[in-house]
């Protein structure tokens, strides 16, 4: 997420920044800051821009660029930032986007949070700043419940130099002479987004964060850039096993089987394929089949086919004959009786 904050001084755009920083985690960008760091740090471009300083010269535009650009290159920049302060004008604005251009990170909103005039001056002239913890009241719209104490350390309110109403009035002209024009330059590239800045600070958070997901949401700067990976696919949950002999009234024999273990399942299934080839082998042995035993001896009677007559003639004479040694000749039996009952003829005149 790369943006720029529009504002008049007191409309609050500030403390939108810090807002924004805390949600999205990027770094604020204050070229206010910017400056007394280097120049406390003593860079290059802090010695040149504290001798602009002390010659009562405005910091030049390449001095304010190359601190941005310096600050853009650490690794917390990486996934957007927000720049507060800066451009103040048209020809900043322009030279901002070729740096940016440059380096690959084109601004993708200006955020105009915009105030009445009139709720400026009170914002400005009403603000108190605590000298011990920074905290901020305002005396028209967040006073402490002590007056000139802070809240949260009791430490000592004051009002800074500049927040008197000739010099506010004089800073809201310059604006609007100014910085004014950066609404139409920045709308021009379709990148201007305005949100009203009166009333609660959370509610006008949530719109500054309503706008960005429109205007923003869909580009990848929001989140960190991660390699794509194919889309995993759902897993469905495993249903519970059934406790053992729950709502076995209501089930048929078949539907109990299906409510078994899935290991029971699988192990009755394996068995029923291995039972069932022996039990058919067993049934073909012991069951011969259909008209088997009538055609083996009807095999046994009949002479094989193409039997030679000669063969043929051959059995019926052997049959024949044991027919004939068994059955006596008609008559046989009779005159073999006769002949043992009637005595010889020789000799039976003499016995008289």
């Known amino acids: 997420m790369r943006i720029v904050l529009l504002g008049a001084p007191g409309s ?8 924004l920083v805390e949600k999205y985690k990027i770094p604020q960008i204050s070229t206010g800051d910017l400056l007394r760091a280097a120049v ?9 821009a504290k001798a602009a300083m002390d010659a009562g010269q405005l910091v030049t535009d390449d001095i304010v660029l190359g601190m941005i650009q310096d600050r853009l290159s650490r690794p917390d920049a990486k996934n957007g930032f927000i720049l507060d302060g800066f451009p103040r004008n048209n020809p900043q604005a322009q030279a901002l986007d070729s740096l940016l251009a440059r380096i690959g990170q084109p601004l993708q909103l200006a955020l105009l949070v915009d ?11 009403g603000r108190r700043t605590c000298v011990q913890c920074g905290q901020m009241y305002n005396v028209y719209f967040q006073a402490s419940r002590v007056a000139g104490r802070c809240d949260k350390c009791g430490g000592e309110l004051q009002q800074r130099s500049d927040d008197n109403e000739q010099t506010i009035r004089k800073r809201l002209d310059v604006y609007e002479h100014q910085t004014a024009p950066l609404i139409t330059y920045y709308r021009s590239q379709n990148k201007l987004r305005t ?34 990976t194919a889309p995993a696919k759902p897993k469905i949950p495993a249903k519970p096993p059934m406790p053992a002999g729950a709502g076995a009234d209501r089930l048929s024999p078949k539907s109990a089987v299906v409510q078994k273990p899935a290991g029971e399942r699988e192990a009755a299934v394996a068995a029923s394929v291995k039972v069932a080839p022996q039990k058919t082998a067993a049934k073909k042995k012991a069951a011969p089949k259909k008209g088997a035993v009538k055609k083996a001896v009807n095999k046994k009677a009949a002479p094989k086919k193409g039997a030679s007559p000669k063969a043929s003639a051959k059995k019926a004479t052997a049959k024949k004959a044991v027919s004939k040694k068994a059955a006596p000749k008609k008559g046989a039996v009779k005159k073999a009786v006769n002949k043992k009952a009637a005595p010889k003829k020789k000799g039976g005149a003499g016995l008289r």
Do not use: M
């Open 115 to 125: 105030v009445n005039t009139e709720i400026l001056i009170k914002r400005l002239t």
């Open 40 to 48: 406390a740090a003593g860079t290059e471009l802090g010695r040149r």
């Open 195 to 228: 949100v009203p800045g009166e009333g609660d600070v959370e509610e006008i958070f949530k719109k500054v964060v309503g706008i960005i997901e429109d205007h923003i949401h869909p580009l990848s700067s929001l989140r960190p850039a991660l390699a794509p």
């Open 12 to 19: 609050g755009k500030g403390t939108q920044s810090k807002l």
